[in-house]
């Protein structure tokens, strides 16, 4: 098995190659036969414009052919691809440029940079795939090399979202990518007959290293969209065998009359992740398509960790399934941070080839994720049941104390969703003067009647005493990150002194 991931790419599509690749907005890009010669024009113009091996890519822009093309041809070269939200401010880029010395910042003329200087050289990649960068690859010859890399060399470093602190930047190794990839080709039973719609962001694990990797691995048509447009989604789904979303997308589709099951009926797998998918969603998609949407586990530093399984009946809501092939799990807890029992809530430890190999220029903070033993500690609580099938908590800094009882945010976002008219639950926990933190409770609605006493009433039939939510908000909306996570962080400020202040 070659050790650069974009040879084994085009190892695995020989015998494609008038197959079409990629296809933008509908049209055709360009067939698997010429892929390479796509790629190989941006691998030379990334060697004129001074990139060798090792040196860091930083991108900057919307996803495009040529922005998988430069993605290609910057792993090719045996340089680390630097991709970044295309929302982040120039401020927000200084800092990520000062820490990961790019040779090349590529961006789009319009996106937030910091002023031309020192620094990087730079080229322009436009949303249409037009740019500088574009231009001088299409005036040279195309160079196929391929570097010859260790399967331990860098491809990419993708900062973590880090709603608090400075970004961490997760050095992702070639052979993270490629038994990643390999896992859920196995898991997820892809096949070279398969066509992906592709709607996610590629500056994030998820577009990068699920749907658009799964597409080059499987030797797989790739449909790629310029961003969800869920009236565009609807219009896409019968000519594709797989989608890939975040809840949200899901959310929205649901959202859509045109989003029926003849629509849907042509699929073969709909997956999930990112953030958690309400069983309440996962129940009205599987009433409305007949397919149980299949949800999974990953995070930046280690890809993706684990599956429901393939088959329809095994898929369970609220589960995020099991560990993928590889990849080993534990749940700890206690002083000694040792192994719980079934059942028990504690914090989720992973090990295996998909794990990254730290954070970049961060000794300390990869010492603090990583225990003796190469496990990584995640951040997610969650437990097992005795078969091993896992579910999620919540992220351990979410983790509410009240009264000096644990409340897991999950267990009661997934019982208000259970409630006519609610669309969307985020549990939060804010200082208290007795209880330490007490529990928020913060809707959205679909109704804008919708009355908060549901919840209440809800809340003292099911939950003991402690877990009940102290204060109850509809609001309109959640403020979420680009992968349709909830910030919670932004919430609990929003609510902070909600009861300390009428104490005082
Ligand atoms: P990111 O690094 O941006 O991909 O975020 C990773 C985090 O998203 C994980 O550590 C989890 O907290 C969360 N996450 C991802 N998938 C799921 C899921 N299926 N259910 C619950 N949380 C998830």
């Not at 049941?385 to 896992?390: C, E, F, L, S, T």
């Amino acid at each position: 098995m070659p050790d650069n991931l974009v040879a084994l790419f085009y190892a695995r599509q020989a015998g494609h190659a008038d197959k079409v690749a990629l296809e933008w907005q509908g049209s055709p890009v360009c067939t698997f036969g010429e892929l390479p010669a796509r790629v190989g024009r941006y691998v030379a113009a990334l060697r004129q414009l001074g990139v060798t091996r090792g040196d860091r890519v930083m991108v900057k822009t919307e996803n495009s052919p040529a922005f998988v093309f430069t993605y290609l041809a910057v792993l090719a070269s045996g340089a680390v691809f630097v991709p970044l939200n295309a929302a982040y401010t120039a401020a927000e880029v200084a800092l990520l440029m000062e820490d990961a010395e790019p040779v090349l910042l590529v961006h789009a003329a319009a996106t937030a940079v910091p002023p031309a200087g020192a620094g990087p050289v730079r080229a322009t990649l436009e949303p249409d795939g037009s740019g500088s960068l574009t231009d001088l690859a299409a005036s040279l010859a195309p160079d196929l090399a391929v570097e010859p890399v260790a399967a331990t060399d860098l491809a990419a470093i993708l900062f973590t979202s880090g709603t608090t602190g400075r970004p961490k930047g997760a050095m992702l190794m070639h052979r993270n990518l490629s038994s990643n990839v390999a896992a859920l080709y196995e898991t997820w039973q892809f096949s070279d007959r398969d066509t992906i719609l592709h709607a996610l962001p590629m500056f994030h694990a998820h577009g990068l290293f699920v749907a658009l990797h799964l597409g080059l691995y499987s030797a797989a048509t790739l449909r790629m969209i310029a961003k969800f447009d869920a009236a565009k989604v609807v219009s896409l789904l019968p000519s594709v065998s797989v989608f890939m979303g975040v809840p949200t997308f899901y959310t929205r589709l649901l959202d859509r009359a045109d989003f029926t099951r003849e629509v849907a009926g042509g699929l073969r797998l709909f997956i999930s992740g990112s953030a958690p998918l309400l069983p309440s969603v996962f129940a009205a998609f599987e009433e409305r398509t007949g397919h149980r949407i299949l949800e999974r586990y990953g995070m930046t530093e280690a890809v993706m960790i684990t599956s429901n399984p393939y088959p329809q009946a095994g898929r369970i809501p609220g589960t995020v399934g099991y560990p993928l092939p590889g990849v080993e799990l534990r749940v700890v807890g206690g002083e000694w941070r040792g192994e719980l029992p079934p059942g028990e809530v504690g914090e989720i430890e992973i090990r295996g080839p998909n794990l990254c190999a730290g954070y970049w220029r961060r000794p300390e903070a990869t010492a603090e994720s990583f225990g003796p033993d190469g496990f990584f500690i995640t951040g997610d609580t969650g437990f097992r049941d005795p078969d091993g099938r896992v579910t999620i908590a919540g992220r351990s800094k979410d983790l509410i104390i009240s009264g000096g009882f644990n409340v897991y945010p999950a267990e009661l976002e997934i019982l208000f969703a259970e409630i006519e008219g609610v669309s969307d639950v985020a549990i939060i926990g804010v200082p208290h003067p007795d209880f330490g933190e007490a529990v928020v409770a913060l809707v959205t609605a679909s109704d804008p009647a919708f009355d908060a006493g549901a919840i209440e009433r809800l809340a003292q039939e099911r939950l003991a005493r402690f877990k009940q939510p102290k204060a109850v908000h509809v609001l309109a909306e959640f403020p979420r990150n680009a992968m349709g996570k909830v910030l919670k962080a932004e919430l609990r400020k929003t609510y902070a002194a909600q009861f300390t202040e009428k104490a005082g």
